[in-house]
């Protein structure tokens, strides 16, 4: 190989290196973008609401037991203060969601606002009753209770609550220690415990991201349907029946204490989580599984798979391949055609294809992504498809080559709206194009074109 050739190939790794630096500063970029879609969000929901958690209905009362340790006068007395609950045989929530954006500057955060009819039953409240611990003591108990606890009680903008058909008055909290923030409402003192009873709530709250429901009853039915077509079902059950389309989403959950340790779990008062606790963030890391701390739900997070900054950072993870595909198509352009190429010049062809992953960020910040990435894809099309003229020294070569990196970029947006079926339809246009470059190659002899004499090879014009 002449020396040449030599200098050739290193100066073109020289290039390579720059260009992928310059990338890797474009992914910064997005990543410290993206960052800043994450606080704006943060700010939506430390402003309004966060993500919802429900748990509920709930009959709760406190109790005393209280006896005395020695039988004279002046003895000391012992106590007990405990709490007794009162878990639903059937919970239905009837539930629907609408999507609502919030703008932080260029960043955009979606919230809901959700109403629930929530319908309980229970066959009796037997489970009130309390049990003494202590042979002779004394117990009394306060008034019972049906609360509904949220993970952000911010977001309650309406509670309607009915104790068998009759209206009853609501309180802010649950005045239930391990799941403090929600509604209340007082039971009368008068309340047959073996007598059946039904709750049911009208409730209208506001939060962002998610929404999940504690499946606490015996039977638990959870109806949702909303106006956003991209639904993400997470939580520890996942909808037996589901209905996706561009308007919008219904789904429904079943869920069985036989399946589940919910009712457990709030005896024992674990954690009502959602996706931003700690816990279950962690919990994501090490693989899904979530916290032993939390209760297990039934949840839905609105995501926006078109969201402008995964959008950006799935395209310059495309960066190096496009710029070696690049590269390759001059490379043939310039063995085939005994030309000559500079260094440089394979430079300002990347500076081009990068720049066109950080003006599809900028612009989309400001129209929407399609538009975005046709502006950007067209003005570098048309600028490639330009200088290749020259720098091929002809038209009829420099159309070809601005054709292929308009197909490029059209397979480009279109992998980026794929979202199932992405890798297989890159991996056949990755493979077609390879077995193009072959055919074409089929006939080089390249070892004779490498040792073409540089004096051999045709001259640009000044």
Known sequence: MKPGNWGKFAGLAFVLALLLTGLVQIQDIVHDRQSQQRTAISSVASSLAG??????????????????????????????EFRQIALPSNLTIDADSALEARKRGPYTAQAFNMTAKLNAQWPDLDALRPERKTPGSRLTCGSASVMVAMSDARGIRNAVLKVNSI???????????????????????????????AVQIDLEIVGTEQVAVVPVAAATLFKLSSNWPHPSF?????PVDRTITMKGFAAQWRVSSLASSAQQDVALGRVLCTNSN???????ASGGTRSAECLETVSVAFIDPVNTYVLSDRATKYGVLFIALTFVAVGLFEFMCALRVHPIQYLLVGAAISLFFLLLLSLSEHLPFSIAYAAAGSACVLLLGYYASYMLHSWRRGLPFGLGMATLYGLLYLLLQLEQTALIVGSLALFALLALIMTLTRRVDWYARLRLPQADLPQQPA
């Open 51 to 80: 993500p919802q958690a429900l748990l509920g209905p709930i009959i709760h009362r406190s109790c005393v037991e209280e006896w005395d340790i020695k039988p004279d006068a002046n003895a000391a007395t012992g106590r007990r």
């Open 234 to 238: 997470g939580g520890d059950f996942l």
């Open 278 to 284: 700690p816990a279950q963030t962690s919990s994501e």
């Open 167 to 197: 209206l009853t008055p609501t309180r802010a909290g649950t005045d239930y220690p391990p799941y403090p923030r929600g509604i209340r409402a007082a039971l009368p003192a008068s309340v047959d415990l073996a007598a059946p009873m």
